[in-house]
């Protein structure tokens, strides 16, 4: 790879990097100091009542697990406002049917009563840090999010890699060069060895 190749490399794979790198730097920190960060906890409850149309429509799956029919998350949506996913699995017992909607930042729930057609639906949401936090865990992020990971693990590694050969490349002109980066190694060692029990 020529010199100039490798610099585009470095400079696209860094130009790919630059806002998800600050995102994982920042709630690396808000992650390390969780505990002193306070939650800002919030819960919304919503209830509704579904038509007895719907009910009588509704076919009972043979397990326990199942996803909603659609035109049962039609009517949650007109009913409390809530989009429920076509994929989301939900619990199925005789009088009841129960879907736990995790969420980043937060958790969420539903019931809906299949006698009365009551809705219950609870969200709880702990702050703009706990969302953030949840993203740079991939906590209840989905698959689009968990994609984005991967590809920026992989533009980073490139970005680091590129780096290192352009260290290589450049270490006559930069003599600090090899002892900088035995400092990024010896530090981090030294701490686990030592201190990481």
């Known amino acids: 790879m020529g010199f100039g190749s490798l610099r585009q490399w470095h400079w696209i794979s860094s130009a790919v990097c630059l806002v998800g790198m600050l995102l994982f730097a920042v709630t690396g920190i808000t992650l390390n100091h969780a505990h002193q960060i306070p939650a800002q906890k919030s819960i919304v409850e919503k209830q509704g009542q579904l038509d007895e149309t719907v009910l009588a429509a509704l076919t009972v799956p043979d397990s326990e697990v199942g996803a909603l029919p659609k035109e049962l998350r039609r009517a949650l949506r007109r009913t409390v406002g ?22 980043p930042g937060g958790d969420a729930w539903m019931s809906i009563d299949l006698q009365s057609g009551e809705v219950i ?8 840090v706990a969302y953030l936090n949840d993203l740079h865990k991939g906590r209840n992020t989905g698959v ?16 680091s890699v ?17 002892p900088a980066v035995a400092l990024g190694v010896v530090v981090p060692l030294i701490i686990i060895i030592l201190f990481v029990h």
Request: proline share 3%; aromatic share 18%; with cysteine.
């Open 82 to 103: 809530v989009n429920v996913a076509a994929g989301i699995e939900a619990e199925w017992y005789d009088d009841e049917i129960y879907l736990a909607l995790p969420r």
């Open 121 to 128: 639906y609870e969200k709880t949401t702990r702050g703009a």
């Open 144 to 159: 689009a999010w968990s994609w984005f990971i991967d590809v920026f693990a992989v533009a980073c590694v490139i970005f």
């Open 162 to 178: 590129t780096g290192l050969w352009l260290l290589c490349r450049l270490q006559k002109t930069r003599p600090a060069t090899w």
